[in-house]
Nanobody
Framework: QVQLVESGGGLVQVGGSLRLSCAAS????????MYWYRQAPGKERELVAG????????NYADSVKGRFTISRDNFKNTVYLQMNSLKFDDTAVYYC?????????WGVGTQVTVSS
């Protein structure tokens, strides 16, 4: 079955960096675009970044452009989110996502907390 396992979250100071990872299994990873979403307390889940199956194209939410970088390693079946210059507003649970035909799959998420 499809599994997405996020890791790398934690507590970081404003201006700091974190690198999230999402290990995928149960499907042909190299064939599908991958996405990172986040959900802050009291807010809807929002798309943060996406990457095409070959890693050749990426897209970002305006709020993270220039600070976050999504990448993938199709040999390791892993997608990454490098987060730099973190702000208080980046505090959220971050989720990995893949869409296989009509079904969306999610990991359990990893908490990122940005503090002063």
């Amino acid at each position: 079955q499809v599994q997405l396992v996020e890791s790398g979250g934690g507590l970081v100071q404003v201006g700091g960096s974190l690198r999230l990872s999402c290990a995928a299994s149960g499907f042909t990873f190299s064939m599908y675009p991958m996405y990172w979403y986040r959900q802050a307390p009291g807010k809807e889940r929002e798309l943060v970044a996406g990457i095409t199956s070959d890693g050749g194209s990426t897209n970002y939410a305006d709020s993270v452009k220039g600070r976050f970088t999504i990448s993938r390693d199709n040999f390791k079946n892993t997608v990454y989110l490098q987060m730099n210059s973190l702000k208080f507003d980046d505090t959220a649970v971050y989720y990995c996502n893949v869409r296989l035909r009509a079904t969306q799959y999610w990991g359990v998420g990893t908490q990122v907390t940005v503090s002063s």
